[in-house]
């Protein structure tokens, strides 16, 4: 099992409908978790991070996270097609101050 | 000017050469890391630093060396490039182990 999984995708979404992501990991004792987007051949950019259970909200973007559950969640409101992109989750491990990444889904928004 | 500027942008390499990647950052973070990306495999770490006198490998280090020559630089060396090394790599920044990582624009490294 990986440290941190995604779905591949692609997601297809509608433009002006809700994109939804999601992210499972595997430390219980992780303690942070970031949403980074990624276009072709660029670096990833944070847009999201989260802490503690339940909905935080940025903009067009909701973290969700579920501690019990293991999982994280990022929903993207009135896609556009400029959300087009590949979605990193990252956690935050409780051994390490450092990163794990999941594999990436990647989102395309249909005009 | 970028924050987080990593040199060469891209590179072609023969098998064996050493080379070597370079990173600065004008952000005052401490903590720097290098990263890996392969399609499908997401970003995976090589080496991170959380101050100039402390280097520590990550899941994927062999093959791989890295100096911290200053706060601001952190550079990652290929002792004798083998063509698996092909990949996007990127160095990274952050202030602390709960903030998100500030990355430079990556090195595409082709080894031939």
């Known amino acids: 099992q990986k440290e941190v999984e995604q779905n591949s995708g692609p997601l297809s979404v509608p433009e002006g409908a809700i994109a939804s992501l999601n992210c499972t990991y595997s430390?219980?004792?992780?303690?942070?978790f970031f949403w980074y987007r990624q276009y072709s051949g660029k670096s990833p950019e944070l847009i999201m991070f989260?802490?503690?259970?339940g909905d935080k909200e940025d903009g067009r973007f909701t973290a969700q996270l579920n501690k019990a559950s293991q999982y994280v969640s990022l929903l993207i409101r009135d896609s556009q097609p400029s959300d087009s992109a590949t979605y990193l989750c990252?956690?935050?491990?409780?051994?390490?101050?450092?990163?794990?990444f999941g594999g990436g889904t990647r989102v395309l928004v249909k005009p | 000017d970028a924050d987080v500027t990593q040199t060469p942008r891209n590179r072609i390499t023969k098998t064996g050469k050493r080379i070597m990647l370079e990173c600065s950052q004008t952000?005052?973070?401490?903590?720097m890391y290098w990263y890996r990306q392969d399609p499908g495999l997401g970003l995976r770490l090589i080496y991170y630093?959380?101050?100039?006198?402390?280097?520590n490998k990550g899941e994927i280090s062999d093959g791989y060396s890295v100096s911290r020559q200053a706060q601001a630089k952190f550079s990652l060396s290929l002792e004798s490039a083998i063509p698996n090394q092909t990949a996007l790599y990127f160095c990274?920044?952050?202030?602390?182990?709960?903030?998100?990582?500030?990355f430079g624009s990556g090195t595409r490294l082709t080894v031939v």
């Open positions: 990274a920044t952050s202030v602390s182990g709960d903030a998100g990582y500030t």
């Open positions: 430390d219980r004792g992780s303690q942070s």
């Open positions: 989260i802490y503690s259970n």
């Open positions: 990252a956690v935050n491990k409780a051994a390490g101050n450092k990163l794990t």
């Open positions: 952000k005052g973070h401490d903590r």
């Open positions: 630093s959380f101050d100039v006198k402390d280097i």
